[in-house]
Nanobody, 123 residues
Framework: QVQLVESGGGLVQAGGSLRLSCAAS????????MGWFRQAPGKEREFVAA????????RYADSVKGRFTISRDNAKNTMYLQMKSLKPEDTAVYYC????????????????WGQGTQVTVSS
């Protein structure tokens, strides 16, 4: 069992930056692939980025590639999402999730989810 808690969301102007954190409980954090997803009002939850258990492999949605960076610190049981050049269309609730078998782009592959943190980008 893994419990996940996101933090770092907030209100930022377009072009600004934010860093989200996802703190995980338990001793097995390093065994999980991890991902970030987001859900905007009235839209489906969508994939943002994922990282392998070691941190050596990453995946990004085309919409954030080059602007967002996913990373993890297994010693701190924490994953991060550095977001730069934010746009109003990045406004959403951001969720972190843990995947026991991969670092998938598909929501259905993830086993544990956090409660989400709101990111609002003003124009």
């Amino acid at each position: 069992q893994v419990q996940l808690v996101e933090s770092g969301g907030g209100l930022v102007q377009a072009g600004g930056s934010l860093r989200l954190s996802c703190a995980a409980s338990g001793r097995t954090f390093s065994m999980y692939g991890m991902g970030w997803f987001r859900q905007a009002p009235g839209k489906e939850r969508e994939f943002v980025a994922a990282i392998s258990w070691s941190g050596r492999n990453t995946r990004y949605a085309d919409s954030v590639k080059g602007r967002f960076t996913i990373s993890r610190d297994n010693a701190k049981n924490t994953m991060y999402l550095q977001m730069k050049s934010l746009k109003p269309e990045d406004t959403a609730v951001y969720y972190c999730a843990a995947d026991r078998t991969d670092w998938s782009t598909s929501m259905s592959q993830y086993d544990f989810w956090g409660q989400g943190t709101q990111v609002t980008v003003s124009s």
